[in-house]
């Protein structure tokens, strides 16, 4: 008998699942705390709590992780050097840092349009080398022809040693800005991900298990690990992906749209007979428009490990994450006397970092980029949960948001604070970690909300609620605005909201949630056995997938009785290559677009199971010529894997 193992490492929680390859069946399955930032813990209290015996047999390990969307979304990727080439505007008031345009680029159809402005280029690296973990390059047109691209990367190379991410490595899509986007978001993220993937390698080999190990992309496909680790950006909303998926397998509707919560976002996707629905225009992640082809979905920053904050007697939830109050006492029990002890903090000096209950922790990481007064505040941050008063009275100077903010991104500091997580402790709902904490921080933000703690807590419990469906409803109905449709959630109205698919929840708590979200929408809600690890399951349920396009072009010129092709171009993920005829070109794009299928399915360790490649084509001939103007093939290779 064979079994798969599916491990979700989420924001808050890692999962584990094991399945009988043979009728599909779930027999085992645990929840651990996701241990930050060294994730090695939670995967290795994941596994302990499934049966040893069992995982010994395992042949497939497939794994999922929302570690790439949460370090976008709270913006701790590490520093890139961002060139884009063909003097493309960088908007001023984008948050990247390290940035240069020069000359360059091509033309639609492949030919330079200025010569690369190397110099520049060399100056800009030797200027930032120090300052960044590795580049990002975008080309005007590099889809048509790559080689500036590459100019700069092998520059870059003999300059550093460092990574470097090319945009037409990414994307065959228009549009260099946001193929750039997609390269410096992927750069960003390669040492997390490196990180990441080594530990869970690392581990399933320590335990003996000798198994192919996959990774979940963000369109619902599995690729091996080492192809996963040349595009970490794949893997942003890896997590909704595999909730969708997890979601249908475990309900049997294949059908459904899924509200997905998990500790830093809750996200809305919808399949639709067996399909994950894929976005049109690439994912969208933290305000960046990227060309990572991603199944489509809603997001918003709300989670079960929200911040919820005070400021002129309003509560507010989010948009950063922290660790929960009842989850930080269990590991820091001294956090108990400082909440009951309470923080001078006055109303007027209230805001996101200032809170009666926000706390800040040291982490193992080691600074990568640090100035002065950054160092000197980290200094005053311990092992131990510290408040900003506490750092006020070591040193009689208040700390700057900033500057605390700065730490958090850079991963040096972690925030502690009162959570929708607290909330539901508080209210008897879910009784996973130390209540008491949870207890005494609702007390603390009732001296400055104004409310009882049983309100608060309610009122937090609704807004999250209300979050869900506000979600779900933007989701189904795209083309209202969110605005429109919160109206309606907060009338009180003799008319209401009504979904025609079944709902499938998924999430740690989110059974808290299902009357309230009742009370905004009418829903079939559907809660399926093993909801609680999902995602684990979902990492399990996708197949490989490979998409390409390749495109011919003919250039005409008259003759004296007709039209006569001049040129005929192929382009292709590989570049511009010129044909003699269109014959040859057509039987050159038919074969390359098979290989390139071929070659993904073997470096993606998808080639020992069954492997069907379909093709399509478009022509373009407004001339009504013989040969046309454009031909377009669109090739899709999927693979079931072997189990």
């Known amino acids: 008998m064979k079994y798969s193992l ?21 027999i085992g399955a645990t929840k651990a705390r996701t241990t930050y930032p060294d994730l090695l813990v939670g995967i290795q209290n994941a596994l302990d709590g499934v049966d040893q015996e069992i995982l010994q047999q395992v042949k497939l390990v497939s794994v ?10 709270e913006k701790t990727g590490y520093p890139v050097g961002l060139i884009l080439v063909g003097n ?19 033309s639609s159809g492949g030919n330079e349009t200025a010569p690369l402005d190397i110099d520049s280029v060399k100056e800009f690296v030797e200027s930032v080398k120090a300052k960044v973990s590795a580049f990002a390059v975008s080309s005007y047109f590099s889809v048509r022809n790559p080689e500036h691209e590459l100019k700069v990367k092998e520059v870059i190379t003999e300059l550093t040693g460092m990574p470097a991410i090319c945009g037409y490595e990414l994307s065959q899509s228009l549009g260099a800005y946001d193929r750039g986007i997609t390269a410096f978001l992927n750069a960003q993220l390669l040492p997390i991900t490196n990180q990441f993937m080594n530990t869970v390698v690392s581990e399933i080999e320590r335990r003996g298990i000798d198994a192919k190990i996959m990774m979940l992309k963000c369109d619902g496909s599995i690729v091996g690990m080492s192809e996963a680790l040349k595009h970490p950006i794949e893997s942003i909303f890896t997590g909704p992906a595999a909730s969708l998926l997890g979601a249908a397998y475990l309900s049997k509707e294949p059908s459904c749209v899924v509200i997905d919560v998990g500790g830093t976002s809750t996200d809305v996707s919808l399949i639709v007979d067996g399909l994950p629905q894929i976005s049109d225009t690439g994912a969208v992640v933290g305000g960046w428009q990227t060309k990572v082809e991603a199944i489509k979905m809603e997001t918003s920053a709300m989670g079960g490990d929200s911040h919820v904050w005070v400021r002129n007697h309003v509560i507010n939830i989010g948009p950063r994450r922290v660790v929960p109050l009842c989850v930080a006492a269990s590991k820091h029990p001294k956090i108990i006397s400082k909440l009951k002890q309470g923080q001078p903090v006055t109303r007027n000096q209230l805001g996101e970092n200032l ?14 980029e640090i100035t002065q007064r950054e160092e000197e505040l980290l200094n005053r941050i311990g092992d131990e949960p510290v408040h900003v008063a506490d750092i006020y009275w070591e040193s009689r100077m208040m700390p700057s948001p900033m500057l605390l903010d700065s730490l958090i991104q850079k991963r040096l500091i972690q925030a502690i604070g009162f959570t929708p997580t607290d909330a539901l402790h508080v209210l008897g709902v879910y009784d996973e970690w130390n209540t008491e904490a949870a207890i005494l921080g609702a007390e603390q933000m009732c001296i400055f909300a104004d409310m009882e703690v049983k309100d608060l807590c309610l009122d937090v419990k609704k807004k999250v609620a209300k979050n869900m469906a506000l979600n779900l409803l933007s989701y189904l109905m795209e083309n209202v605005a969110p605005a429109e449709i919160e109206k309606g959630l907060d009338g009180d109205y003799l008319a209401g909201f009504k979904t025609d698919v079944p709902v499938v929840l998924l999430g740690g708590p989110v059974r808290a949630y299902t009357e309230d979200i009742r009370k905004f929408v009418d829903a079939n809600i559907l809660l399926p056995e093993y909801a609680e690890v999902g995602n684990a399951v979902g ?32 382009f292709s993920p590989q570049g511009k290559h010129e044909m003699k005829n269109y014959e040859e070109a057509v039987q050159f794009a038919e074969k390359l677009g098979n290989d390139i299928v071929m070659k993904y399915m073997k470096d993606a360790q998808l080639d020992d199971g069954e492997i069907k490649i379909e093709v399509s084509k478009r022509e373009i001939n407004p001339m009504n010529t013989g040969i046309p103007l454009e031909t ?5 290779g999927i693979a079931d894997l072997k189990r």
């Not at 493309?88 to 091509?106: E, L, Q």
């Open 64 to 73: 999922s992780t929302t570690l790439a969307t949460n370090t976008i979304l």
């Open 539 to 570: 990492a399990l349920a996708g197949k490989g997938v490979k998409r390409i396009e390749i495109l011919i072009r003919v250039t005409f010129g008259e003759s004296k009785y007709n039209l006569k092709p001049t040129s005929i171009s192929v």
């Open 355 to 368: 809170q009666p209950t926000k706390f800040f922790i040291r982490t193992e990481q080691k600074p990568i």
């Open 88 to 106: 493309a505007d960088i908007p001023k008031n984008s948050a990247i840092k390290y940035s240069i345009s020069v000359d360059g680029g091509h």
């Open 6 to 26: 599916g491990i979700d490492a989420g924001g808050t929680y890692t999962d584990a699942v094991l399945i009988n390859d043979g009728d599909g069946s779930v």
């Open 632 to 636: 377009r093939y669109a090739f899709l």
